[in-house]
């Protein structure tokens, strides 16, 4: 059975930092691509970044680029975000997603598996 359990969400001012961890299990992910995606109240789910496990290679929204960083431990099987500088319009449920190999990495329908979510509450 395949789970991704998402950690390390909370409540931070804005300026402040956070790192969320997605653990993954039940099938192998090598050749996945792992992504973060993220819904705030009365708002669509929208794309945050993904990782390719094999390459490492990396995407970013434009809205998170330059402030949070995607990464990946491939022998805990675990995906990280990294948050910096998180502003109130970061205030979402946090999702962490999986998708085998190929394209849509950016899109949330093309993704098989999801976490429960974590929430993200930043303060003004």
């Known amino acids: 059975q395949v789970q991704l359990v998402e950690s390390g969400g909370g409540l931070v001012q804005a300026g402040s930092s956070l790192t969320l961890s997605c653990a993954a299990s039940g099938r192998p992910f090598g050749r996945d691509t792992m992504a973060w995606f993220r819904q705030a109240p009365g708002k669509e789910r929208e794309f945050v970044a993904f990782?390719?496990?094999?390459?490492?290679?990396?995407g970013y929204a434009d809205s998170v680029k330059g402030r949070f960083t995607i990464s990946s431990d491939n022998a805990k099987n675990t995906v990280y975000l990294q948050m910096n500088s998180l502003k109130p319009e970061d205030t979402a449920v946090y999702y962490c997603a999986a998708k085998p190999a190929g394209l849509g990495a950016t899109m949330g329908d093309a993704y098989n598996y999801w976490g429960q979510g974590t929430q993200v509450t930043v303060s003004s």
């Open positions: 990782i390719r496990w094999s390459t490492g290679y990396t």
